[in-house]
């Protein structure tokens, strides 16, 4: 599996945009561009996926860079409820594959 | 959208002692569901790939015989810890593609049952 780099730990301020950085040197051509996202005591949730454009929905945006190597989830206003562990995952988009989680991003939101 | 439901979202059972944790998809059919494990800080670590009507497949190092799974059906996967003991409390979390949306392959979890074992 191509593996990604996240930060350990990010604050940010409530109620301001939230950049949440992953390197992925060694995506291939098939990998989508993953995120889920983990509240405390809770299962993961997705959050949004990508393949080479830009990408937005109700909970965030995909910024992917234009090599493909890095990608950046965006976050437009945080609030208190988006504090949580933020993980970027290679995946293909298709069959059945497994998804390996990484150490993730632990979001803390300052109020 | 797509929901998965586990149960029970707490265990606390005797060392020894067998427990089975429950996972469903509520409206949709899942051939596929994923069964993983998180300790205190630590990220998820899949466990096993359950597929509906066939034997489970389970990651290096889980033992198959003490962590049983049956998917006997499209909307019902389950994980049997066998003989419980304190190393086995953990985070159970579970997970599952909808069948009618895999070209998304996008996975949709449980809310996790966690297990103490005494």
């Known amino acids: 599996d191509a593996k990604t780099t996240q930060p350990n730990s990010m604050e940010s301020n409530e109620e301001e945009p939230v950049h949440l950085p992953c390197n992925h040197s060694t995506i291939s051509g098939t990998d989508y561009i993953h995120w889920y996202r983990q509240l405390p005591s809770q299962g993961p949730e997705y959050v949004i996926h990508?393949?080479?454009s830009n990408v937005n929905n109700r909970m965030a945006s995909l910024a992917i860079a234009e090599d493909r190597k890095s990608s950046t989830l965006i976050l437009h206003r945080a609030t208190l409820r988006d504090a949580a562990v933020y993980y970027c995952?290679?995946?293909?988009?298709?069959?059945?594959?497994?998804?390996?989680f990484g150490t993730g991003t632990r979001l803390t939101i300052i109020p | 959208g797509a929901v998965v439901s586990q149960h029970p979202s707490r265990v606390i059972c005797k060392s020894g002692t067998s427990v089975k944790i429950e996972c469903r998809s509520l409206?949709?059919?899942?051939?596929?569901m994923f069964w993983y494990r998180q300790f205190p800080k630590q990220s998820l670590m899949l466990m096993a790939t359950?597929?509906?009507?066939?034997?489970?497949?389970?990651e290096q190092g889980v033992e198959k015989d003490k962590f049983l799974i049956n998917h006997a059906s499209l909307t019902l996967s389950t994980l049997t810890v066998t003989s419980a003991h304190p190393e086995d409390s953990s985070f159970y979390i579970c997970?599952?593609?909808?069948?009618?949306?895999?070209?998304?392959?996008?996975?949709?979890f449980g809310a996790g049952s966690r297990l103490t074992v005494l």
């Open positions: 359950s597929n509906e009507g066939s034997k489970a497949t389970y």
């Open positions: 990508g393949l080479t």
């Open positions: 997970s599952a593609r909808d069948r009618a949306n895999s070209g998304a392959n996008v996975l949709t």
């Open positions: 409206d949709f059919q899942a051939t596929t």
């Open positions: 995952i290679l995946h293909p988009n298709f069959g059945n594959e497994k998804l390996t």
